[in-house]
């Protein structure tokens, strides 16, 4: 009886197949990236301020419709340059996302950890907050308070990070029920941890993967809500700047400078999806389920 051996495989080579990343998440990585770069140098990469005005210069169309070299992408209805209003749009655009993204991770984990912790009533409340979160449409909502209390940049931030507690909620609480069910946090609780000791040092850096990939899947979301309210007028106001409300500034010269929303929204979709990738793929690496 003869067997057939097939040819031997280099450990190596399955292991740099699996551990190379595709190419569409090394484009969205390296978009993050020039992104973050351009939020931190944009005082030196800025041609000019983005309040300048020059009414002489006012509607002048990008290089490559015909513009001069003085305004690479075109100026705007006042004569303000469009690619120095772009690059201080992306900074914060990026600023009130990161602490809108980090304000709803840390609200939502630490009601998840109490949940998980008193269990009872307090996780019956909760987790009636959570639903009733998740079936309220956030836009409306926003929409409501902004046009209630003005709109103001650190009212924003607060507002966009109440947008998707209720998940991270979730998953904290289940994630720290199921510690207490392994049984290291109950043996670090019977050695007489205190709570903050328990959730902060043994239970949080468990979890941790999965709560940032839930928060590069919720990165984009609240940067599409931003300019959304930016767009409708309740969002950042003049004379600060962001992508959506570079966007809705320029609805209104579509069809006579189309340039003055088409930057801006370019932007908002590579980024969101480029964030929205390097998260699912972080979601494959990390998560041991999907191995």
Not at 5 to 34: D, E, H, Y
Not at 44 to 71: C, E, I, K
Not at 217 to 242: C, D, M, N, W, Y
């Amino acid at each position: 009886m003869s067997i057939a051996l097939s040819p031997a495989v280099p450990v190596g080579t399955t292991t740099r197949k699996r551990a190379g990343m595709p190419p569409m998440v090394v484009f969205a990585l390296c978009w993050i990236v020039a992104m973050l770069v351009v939020a931190a140098a944009v005082q030196w990469l800025s041609p000019y301020s983005y309040t300048a005005l020059d009414l002489r210069a006012r509607l002048q169309p990008p290089v490559f419709m015909g513009g001069s070299w003085r305004h690479v992408l075109g100026t705007d209805e006042l004569g303000r340059d469009v690619l120095a209003r772009l690059l201080y749009s992306i900074r914060l655009s990026l600023l009130i996302a990161f602490g809108a993204t980090l304000i709803g991770a840390a609200v939502g984990t630490l009601l998840g950890f109490l949940a998980a912790h008193l269990r009872g009533f307090v996780e019956q409340v909760v987790l009636a907050l959570a639903d009733f979160q998740a079936s309220m449409p956030f836009l409306i909502l926003a929409l409501s308070v902004l046009a209630f209390f003005g709109s103001s940049l650190t009212l924003l931030v607060c507002l966009l990070g109440l947008h998707g507690w209720e998940r991270y909620a979730r998953i904290s609480r289940g994630l720290a029920i199921s510690a207490g069910a392994q049984g290291y946090a109950a043996a670090v609780k019977q050695l007489g941890a205190s709570p903050w000791r328990v959730y902060g040092r043994h239970v949080l850096p468990n979890i941790a993967s999965t709560l940032i990939v839930s928060m590069t899947l919720a990165f984009p979301e609240i940067i599409l809500l931003e300019s959304g309210l930016s767009f409708l007028g309740l969002g950042v106001q003049p004379p600060e700047t962001s992508l959506g409300n570079m966007v809705g500034y320029g609805r209104e010269y579509l069809t006579r400078a189309p340039w003055i929303l088409l930057s801006p929204a370019s932007i908002i979709v590579l980024t969101t999806l480029s964030v929205s990738m390097l998260g699912d793929w972080l979601r494959d690496r990390l998560d041991p389920t999907l191995r």
